[in-house]
């Protein structure tokens, strides 16, 4: 397993609004840390800059971390929760799960779409429709960073399901008939040639009255 990029806990005080509130002020992210073996979750804080950065990167949801703890022991976890201010989209809460090394969890996993520029279906102007993420058991060390897609054989109204995906290491959970990703018909063309015959349909009906006037 590589080395693992280490988060530095802080201990957290208090956790009054007001309190949170310059905490967040002061560049630092309120966080809780929790999980197997831990008998009452660990409230801190964490630098905000360390934070986002991380979270800028892809696939941070399935990246394993360290974190020191405020009595300076060192465990390894994911980052499980990100609150984020509705206004600012600044982070504001931080959930850190711990992982132990052999034992299985739960975790949703991006997943990632390719070969759309050699899909059959997208060449004939179809749209490519995918879910986000896929949940999965494994455990920490064959954890996947994502979960790859190829569409390249994808002709219009195909589709590719949980059950078409080859894997090692690791279960997927969510169920074998979802459709993960499928390429769906051009529906603009569609929508701009009923739109044109209801058009001309209108115009029939007009020409019509305006005859029956005349006479």
């Known amino acids: 397993m590589s080395e693992l990029v280490t988060i530095v806990m ?3 005080e208090k956790s009054t609004r007001s309190a949170l509130r310059v905490m967040r002020s002061e560049g ?14 660990i409230k801190g804080k964490v630098d905000h800059s360390q934070i986002a950065k991380l979270l800028r990167g892809s696939h941070w949801e399935t990246m ?12 390894m976890c994911l980052i499980r929760e990100v609150q984020r201010n509705v206004l600012t989209g600044k982070i504001s809460h931080i959930d850190f799960m711990k992982l132990i090394r052999g034992r299985k969890i739960t975790v949703n996993v991006p ?6 520029e050699k899909s059959p279906g997208i060449k004939g102007g179809g749209i490519i429709d995918h879910v986000k993420d896929l949940e999965i058991e494994t455990t920490p060390a064959n954890m996947p960073e994502s979960i790859v897609i190829d569409i390249s054989a994808l002709g219009i109204n195909d589709s590719v399901h949980v059950r078409d995906i ?7 959970i969510t169920n074998p008939n979802e459709v993960v990703a499928s390429i769906l018909p051009p529906r603009l063309e569609e929508d701009n040639a009923s739109a044109g015959t209801e058009q001309k349909e209108v115009e029939v009906v007009t020409k019509g009255k305006a005859a029956k006037g005349e006479n």
Not at 66 to 74: A, F, I, K
Not at 111 to 116: A, P, S, Y
């Open 64 to 75: 394993r971390l360290n974190v020191r703890l405020p009595d300076n022991s060192e465990e």
């Open 111 to 116: 997943v990632v779409i390719t070969g759309e």
């Open 10 to 12: 802080e201990r957290r």
């Open 166 to 172: 080859s894997v090692q290491d690791y279960v997927i």
């Open 28 to 41: 630092f992210v309120p966080c809780v840390f929790y999980g197997p073996e831990v008998k009452e979750a």
